[in-house]
């Protein structure tokens, strides 16, 4: 099961990449409407790792310092401080959008349903955010949760000091919510550049490299392992 879901994704996922392409070359779209599209994709990614952090296993979550104290880290208190950090960055990054990209957008939507008519609907925008949830979907459903060593081994309580039991926590949520984050720096720079060069020389070959690029980062982070977190402190 899990293998077919992961050739079906093979197929999906770049489908996901190629629609931009022909929107771009054959719709139209401006550089705001592709950025628009890549950030609306980093916001589905971010659900699906949310989600992920609730699959792992009470025992492989490590401990969270609150306050100042360190405690055992519930899903709970998990989803709520990275859905915290990754909303900081998803707002930071869409109001960066809106400020220096969106230029005649404005002036063409009067409220809040018209500008997601004029960005997702009106030039089929929404036929590559199909394909771009699926495609997470269906890697959230056929990615295991990563295993480490449980605290029971061989039917016994295993004896491991706070600070093990707390790496161990920091690398199973770091393999969870790493690729998210290193998803978020590496390709909005990416993109964010290619959009400051299709406003700065008006033609449509600075957004196709901005596809490729993206793509690019695509391939490259499905198989990076993600980094790990270390101990996770919230004030």
Known sequence: MIRAARTLNVLIGPIGNLIPLYGVLYWQWDAFQLLMLYWTETVIIAFWTILGITRLPV????????????????????CGYFTLVAAMFILGHLGFLWIFFSG????????????????????????????MF???????????PPKYPRTIE?????????????EAGSDAVGEVVGGLFVRIFIMQAAIIFGGMLAQAYGSSAP???????????????ANRGPPSFGSMTTQ
Not at 110 to 116: E, N, R, T
Not at 154 to 166: L, V
Request: net charge positive; aromatic share 6%.
């Open 59 to 78: 025992d492989q979550l490590g401990t969270i310092t609150v306050g100042g104290r360190d405690k055992p880290a519930t899903h709970k208190l998990l």
């Open 154 to 166: 061989r039917g016994r309580a295993s004896k491991k000091t706070p600070e093990q039991a707390g």
């Open 104 to 131: 005649e957008w404005l002036k063409k939507v009067s409220g809040s349903s018209s500008i997601l008519h004029a960005l997702f609907v009106a030039d089929g925008v929404w036929l590559a955010l199909i394909f």
């Open 207 to 221: 957004l196709l490299i901005v596809i490729c690029l993206k793509t690019l980062v695509d391939m490259s982070t």
């Open 134 to 144: 699926v495609s997470a979907w269906i890697s959230y459903l056929s990615n295991a």
